[in-house]
Each structure stands twice: as structure tokens, then as C-alpha cells.
């Protein structure tokens, strides 16, 4: 059982969008060609979904700027423009991202009091989103994996699903990925693959389909 999971494809992540990444809004086609032709038999995505307080915007820690790191549940955390705000045009998947075969969105980022970069749990890993079960639930066997950021919510879902989904293969769709820096998203690729996760392109998954 073959899922496609697509991550956090919203304006705000786009150039234009309040965290945009460079090149974000390019893995859009890329995703609506998988979704067409990549043979999948399940189809899920995530959307960032802040409530304004969050406490991972910069704008609620006063005195701090975005990408200071900052604290946030006694922990590090790296403080963020407002993006993603609940309900807002920035949270909103990318306009041209085709959602008819998209089965599920799982929300995530939801707990003012912490982060949530996976998928599939919160940063201090405490809550789980439901998103393993579900998937789960479908007999998923192989979880192809690309979004936005690769260095932030892609890097944290394929090393969650590897941890959480045992015996599923997962893979990281290179170029269905955009990340924020380069050193990060470098470092971002070698914890995936330490981690189990394989690297595919998208060309590499149309073939086999
Ligand atoms: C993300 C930073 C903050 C992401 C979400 O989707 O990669 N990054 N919130
Ligand atoms: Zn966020």
C-alpha cells in the first residue's frame, strides 16, 4: 500500500507567504504530477495551523526577533515570523496544489505552549497528531515523503516515520522539497538517510508507477 504524504503546501511557506522558501511554490506541479501518475492507492497531506499566540512566533516573545533562537517549554526553540496563522489566507494550501485526491489533512502546530514540526507529533513528542494511526489504520506499507521545509517539517516527519511506522518503508522526494538554509537542509539530508530514510525523485517514482 503505496501514500503519498504532503507536507505543509501552503501560501505561507511560498514566496510571498510569511515563511516563504525560496523555490517554494515550484514542488507544486511536482506534487500534482505524483498525485496524477505516481501510482499512489493513498494520498494524505499536513497544513501548519497556528493558533496567533503560538509560542514559536517572535512576535510573542518580547524583545525577540524571527530566527533568534529563543525558549519555548523550558527549550530551545528557533523563534518564527507569524506564519500560518489558523484560519488565515498564509495557512491556506498553495492555491495550485490539486486537493481532489488528497484523502486527509492533518492539522498540526495547534498547542501554543509547543512546536510541532512533525506530522505526526509535537517537538517535545509528548502528543501524537493521529496521523501514524490513520495511516496505520490503511495498511500503509510505503510512505513517500516531500514538502516544505525540508530542513524542518519534512526532516521531522521521515525520521517520525521511521520511528513510528515500523516496517513502512519511507523515502524523501528530493525535489518535491524546498528548505530554508542550505547548511540546514545539507544536515536535514544526512539525518534522513542516517536514519533509514531513502532518497527518491520524483522521475524515479513516475517510472516505477
Ligand atoms: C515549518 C518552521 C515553522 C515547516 C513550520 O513547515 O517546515 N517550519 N513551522
Ligand atoms: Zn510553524
Not at 503546501?9 to 496524477?36: H, K, T
Not at 512546536?115 to 494511526?133: E, I, K, M, P
Request: charge should be negative.
Amino acid at each position: 500500500m503505496k501514500c503519498l504524504l504532503l507536507i505543509d503546501l501552503q501560501n505561507g511557506f511560498c514566496p510571498g507567504g510569511n515563511l516563504g522558501v525560496a523555490g517554494g511554490d515550484e514542488v507544486i506541479p511536482v506534487a500534482n504530477r505524483l498525485m496524477a501518475e505516481g501510482g499512489y492507492e493513498l494520498i494524505v497531506a499536513s497544513q501548519d495551523w497556528h493558533p496567533a499566540d503560538h509560542g514559536s512566533f517572535a512576535s510573542n516573545h518580547p524583545g525577540m526577533k524571527p530566527f533568534e533562537m529563543g525558549e519555548l517549554g523550558g527549550k530551545p526553540q528557533m523563534l518564527w515570523p507569524d506564519h500560518c496563522v489558523e484560519y488565515t489566507d498564509d495557512a491556506a494550501l498553495h492555491p495550485g496544489l490539486d486537493q481532489s485526491k488528497i484523502a486527509y489533512v492533518q492539522r498540526k502546530g495547534t498547542n501554543r505552549l509547543v512546536d510541532s514540526y512533525s506530522a505526526f507529533r509535537d517537538n517535545d513528542r509528548t502528543a501524537h497528531t493521529g496521523l501514524a494511526d490513520f495511516l496505520n489504520r490503511h495498511g500503509v506499507t510505503q510512505l513517500d515523503i516531500g514538502g516544505l521545509a525540508t530542513d524542518y517539517c519534512v526532516q521531522a516527519s521521515a525520521i517520525d516515520a521511521v520511528e513510528m511506522l515500523p516496517g513502512v518503508r519511507v523515502r524523501y522526494v528530493e525535489d518535491l522539497s524546498r528548505g530554508i538554509d542550505p547548511a540546514t537542509i545539507a544536515a536535514a539530508e544526512k539525518a534522513m538517510a542516517a536514519a533509514g530514510v531513502k532518497t527518491v525523485t520524483s522521475d524515479e517514482i513516475l517510472r516505477e508507477a
